[in-house]
T-cell receptor, first 115, second 112 residues
Framework: GAGVSQSPSNKVTEKGKDVELRCDPI?????LYWYRQRLGQGLEFLIY????????KSGLPSDRFSAERTGESVSTLTIQRTQQEDSAVYLC?????????????FGPGTRLTVL | GENVEQHPSTLSVQEGDSAVIKCTYS??????FPWYKQELGKGPQLIID?????GEKKDQRIAVTLNKTAKHFSLHITETQPEDSAVYFC???????????FGSGTRLLVRP
């Protein structure tokens, strides 16, 4: 089947606007993760979801960031009142399960540019 | 929490030579260590992984070694080819959380 997909692939927005990023995980994958990757840097964990359990939001950098996931399907990452420092590639990944170390399959990312 | 350090940040080798990338981790309870390759404009892709009950794993030209006592693990690429040029990330998982913590990445350039 298809891999992890993300939309949009690119997003340019003005400072202060809200943006919504979408992730479609691989069907049957119970765990879903969001990461932020600034230019030339590593992946910074933001949040993960596992089934219907409460998500781990410990990586969200501020209360302007939020994410939702309905069941084991699509997830959206919302950034309110965007700032220039939010410019980065936002990567989504999914895996069969959370515990025990299961391969994470990454989407192509959404490149966000805040002017 | 877990912290993963990765070295070197850049590595340039001649085609056919070997490349070695090293990582250290801080949480002794971590039990899963994947390596990802990221090509320009794409998401990371798993190339090899190792679990804490194994000391070494090999897949064709790629091998990973794990030293649990010293809390470090390494990626070895032999007979490098230009298509190996990419950014490589190590990561550690497990222990006190279900998060995959990534190293800062190594940009590998294989010169033809």
């Amino acid at each position: 089947g298809a891999g992890v997909s993300q939309s949009p692939s690119n997003k340019v927005t003005e400072k202060g606007k809200d943006v919504e990023l979408r992730c479609d995980p691989i069907s049957g994958h119970t765990a879903l993760y969001w990461y932020r990757q600034r230019l030339g840097q590593g992946l910074e964990f933001l949040i993960y979801f596992q089934g219907n359990s409460a998500p781990d939001k410990s990586g969200l950098p501020s209360d302007r960031f939020s994410a939702e996931r309905t069941g084991e399907s699509v997830s959206t990452l919302t950034i309110q009142r965007t700032q220039q420092e939010d410019s980065a590639v936002y990567l989504c990944a999914s895996s069969l399960r959370l515990a025990g170390g299961s391969e994470q399959f990454f989407g192509p990312g959404t490149r966000l540019t805040v002017l | 929490g877990e912290n993963v350090e990765q070295h070197p940040s850049t590595l340039s080798v001649q085609e056919g030579d070997s490349a070695v990338i090293k990582c250290t981790y801080s949480d002794s309870a971590s039990n899963y260590f994947p390596w990802y390759k990221q090509e320009l404009g794409k998401g990371p892709q798993l190339i090899i992984d190792i679990r804490s009950n194994v000391g070494e794993k090999k897949d064709q030209r790629i091998a990973v070694t794990l030293n649990k006592t010293a809390k470090h693990f390494s990626l070895h690429i032999t007979e490098t080819q230009p298509e190996d040029s990419a950014v490589y990330f190590c990561a550690a998982f497990g222990g006190s959380s279900y998060k995959l913590i990534f190293g800062s990445g190594t940009r590998l350039l294989v010169r033809p």
